[in-house]
């Protein structure tokens, strides 16, 4: 399926001329998105350093797990509130990008992953060191391909 004039009637949506026709409103959308990056990765390296031993050691993991879990939730919809309107302003530049169909494939993923695989891993008592450290190093390099590839949309 020819995914191009889907792209190209969602860079014609209100939302989409609003944020590509001010000169403000695309800068200030993407400094909330950075915001929400920073957000992410605070709440994301404090559990996945503990599983890798690092960090706040002398907390348990279930315990951070389950305080950051909050800030993670909100990070994520900060992310999507705020990329959805960046993506509508420049829809059809993202449709010719590598960086962004590499982003939208990651980004599941990572999702994915951090909910359903990393969460119990952490709230298990009995998780082995070597799977715990494993699955802290899964989850840093999945966040960090979609951050990467974010950054890259814009050398596009
Ligand atoms: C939690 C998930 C996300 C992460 C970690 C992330 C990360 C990033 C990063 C690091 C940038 C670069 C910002 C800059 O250069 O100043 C970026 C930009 C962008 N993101 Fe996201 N993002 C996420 C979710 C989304 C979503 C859901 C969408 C929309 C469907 C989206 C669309 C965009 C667009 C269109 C840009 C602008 C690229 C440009 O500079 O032209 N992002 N993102």
């Known amino acids: 399926m020819e995914l191009l004039p889907l792209f190209e009637s969602l860079e ?3 939302l989409g001329l609003m944020v ?3 000169v403000w409103l695309f ?5 909330v998105h950075l915001l929400g990056l920073s957000l992410l990765g605070g ?3 404090l559990v996945d350093l503990r599983l890798l031993n690092r960090g706040l050691v002398g907390t348990p ?7 950051t879990r909050p800030w993670l939730i909100a990070a994520v919809v900060v992310m999507f509130l705020t990329g959805v309107p ?8 993202c449709y010719y990008s590598p960086s962004f169909w590499v982003k ?3 980004l599941p993923i990572a999702l994915g992953f951090t909910f359903f695989v990393r969460q119990r891993v952490a709230e298990s008592e009995t998780t082995p060191r070597g799977i715990a450290a ?3 190093a899964t989850s840093i390099a999945l966040w960090v391909i979609v951050a990467a590839a974010g950054r890259w949309i814009g050398f596009s």
């Open 134 to 136: 494993m699955t802290g």
């Open 43 to 45: 709440a994301v390296l």
């Open 20 to 22: 590509r026709e001010s």
């Open 61 to 67: 993991v279930q315990a951070l797990a389950t305080h």
């Open 104 to 106: 939208m494939l990651t």
């Open 27 to 31: 800068p200030v959308i993407e400094a």
């Open 86 to 93: 960046l993506f509508l302003s420049e829809a059809v530049k």
């Open 12 to 14: 014609s949506t209100g």
